[in-house]
């Protein structure tokens, strides 16, 4: 099992940009949520709490697309623009809610309180959506040596890899 196999690995280079953005997005999702429940008063007695986390859960999507760029940036290099995309809608909807949010209520309430949030927000969102349509996506040819090949499998197969056993 595994004679003869030979393992290529053209030097994928990881982007440690697209690590960071997933992390700081999974940030902002849960920021986000907890301003959105302080300011709307959801209960977890009630659960509207947990309704509202689980309505906006779609918006972990884009930290996930960011984490499979950065694990292959070759095989999902189609997420990027998606990403971009992303980023922008959430740019604008984040831009449109702060006249809405900046209008409503008194001065020092609540809503002027996640304004100014939505303003850090929406600094965030245009420098990561910067951050990602300058960065040069990589290259997806094969170098003009060809791969490195490892070295090829043991005979008798890899650690921990489990052998075809037949049953009498």
């Known amino acids: 099992m595994g004679e003869g196999r030979e393992y290529t690995w053209c030097g994928m280079k990881r982007n440690p940009m697209h690590f960071a953005l997933a992390g700081l997005d999974i940030g902002r999702f849960f920021t986000l949520m907890a301003v959105a429940i302080w300011v709307t008063g959801a209960s977890t007695v009630d659960g509207t709490a947990q309704v509202t986390r689980a309505l906006a859960s ?7 697309m960011l984490f499979l760029l950065w694990l292959d940036p ?6 990027r623009t998606a990403v971009l995309a992303g980023k922008a809608i959430a740019l604008f909807s984040s831009a449109l809610a702060i006249p809405a949010l900046l209008l409503s209520g008194p001065a020092f309430s609540e809503t002027r309180l996640s304004a100014a949030f939505a303003v850090i927000v929406v600094c965030y969102d245009l420098a990561s959506l910067l951050a990602m349509a300058l960065s040069v996506p990589r290259d997806r040819s094969v170098p003009a040596g060809g791969c490195a090949a490892s070295p090829a499998a043991p005979a008798e197969g890899r650690p921990g890899e489990i052998e075809n056993v037949t049953v009498p």
């Open 74 to 79: 070759v095989r999902y290099a189609a997420f």
């Open 58 to 64: 779609t918006a972990l999507v884009l930290p996930f």
